[in-house]
């Protein structure tokens, strides 16, 4: 209850009610969290220093880890879910509006039992420093992102990309390095 009153707080009085809130908690003080950002697990998660995001983004992790490095911005409406897994953002990452990021998926293997009761498979997603990660980007459980990486707007990433690299497409491959040209 107490959360959901933190989050609704607007305006300047809000960010400045939570701050102080999460600077308590967090243990610094350079970070901005404006009204309607909704954080389930706490104890679980970190975050680092000159962390921004704008409204709407969700971050869970009620039994799992979530770690966000120094620098990284969120726009608009961000999901990031840990929940049962890992997930590590690096530091200097930008990550552009309706960017999803899962930790968990559901299992579906056995073919005589509902999807629904075959529990989830929880693999680690792991975001070098540096990765600029474009608007309405899915990024899969079991992916490890390279330093300096980009991937495209609307990309799917589904398998580990490298350091350097340009990654688009459903499912995402690698485009290019980045630095050269097409």
């Not at 009761?117 to 990660?133: L, S």
Request: hydrophobic content about 40%; overall charge positive.
């Amino acid at each position: 209850m107490i959360h959901f009153l933190l989050r609704m707080l607007p305006g300047y009085l809000g960010i400045l009610i939570r701050k102080y809130i999460y600077s308590r908690y967090f243990h610094h003080k350079k970070f901005v969290i404006p009204e309607n950002v909704t954080i389930i697990g706490l104890k679980n998660i970190e975050i680092g220093n000159n962390f921004r995001t704008c409204p709407n983004t969700k971050m869970f992790s009620t039994n799992g880890k979530l770690k966000i490095g120094n620098n990284v911005f969120f726009n608009y409406d961000c999901f990031i879910s840990a929940d049962g897994s890992q997930i590590v953002i690096g530091d200097n990452c930008l990550f552009g509006n309706n960017v999803t990021v899962y930790g968990v998926n559901h299992n579906y293997a056995d073919r005589c039992r509902l999807i629904s009761e075959q529990g989830y498979e929880n693999k680690p997603v792991i975001i070098g420093n540096d990765v600029w990660v474009g608007a309405g980007a899915i990024i899969l459980p079991g992916v490890t992102i390279g330093n300096k990486s980009v991937i495209a707007a609307g990309a799917i990433v589904t398998k580990d990309v490298p350091d350097f690299a340009v990654a688009a497409g459903v499912p995402a491959r690698v485009i290019k390095e980045r630095g050269t040209s097409m």
